[in-house]
């Protein structure tokens, strides 16, 4: 039987993905029962490089089904990453990590973005994509930012 401290510990291992801050939303298509369906624009923090934010924009299934959670979302989603203070590594970078997830149907599809670093050109760069269990789709974005020194105002 495992420990109260082994429990914590094997949490503490767990990988840390960011979280998404709502940024804003727009209609696009009108749905007489239950939520429109729309385009929403959501901002997270890289949860191991300080002084990166990333927005990224995706489609949200409305009507019923995408009220009540069981819609699948579509596949197409935009990324922008930009500097927003110094930038400092919380540990070490592993290519492809992924630094953030989120489901986009009830149980087969997801939306994950991965961070890679290339060290030639000093650049970090993140790749949104959507996967399924099944089938995947290779609509993607990528942004990119060069690592340069913060100049305070």
Do not use: H
């Not at 089904?65 to 070490?92: H, M, N, T, Y």
Request: proline fraction near 5%.
């Amino acid at each position: 039987m495992r420990s109260f401290k082994g429990y914590a510990l094997s949490l503490l291992m767990l990988p840390t993905l960011a979280a998404a801050d709502t940024i804003g939303e727009v209609s696009t298509v009108f749905k007489w029962v239950g939520p429109n369906d729309k385009i929403v624009v959501e901002a997270f923090d890289d949860p191991k490089v300080e002084g990166v934010t990333c927005y990224l924009s995706r489609a949200k299934t409305g009507g019923v089904k995408g009220g009540l959670g069981l819609a699948e979302d579509r596949a197409e989603a935009s990324i922008a990453c930009r500097q927003v203070g110094p930038i400092a590594f919380k540990g070490q970078l592993k290519d492809g990590e992924e630094v953030f997830k989120e489901r986009t149907s009830l149980v087969f599809k997801t939306m994950q973005v991965v961070r890679f670093f290339d060290q030639k050109r000093n650049t970090l760069v993140y790749l949104v994509y959507s996967d399924r269990v099944i089938e995947g789709s290779p609509q993607n974005a990528v942004t990119a930012i060069p690592i340069l020194p913060w100049r305070q105002p």
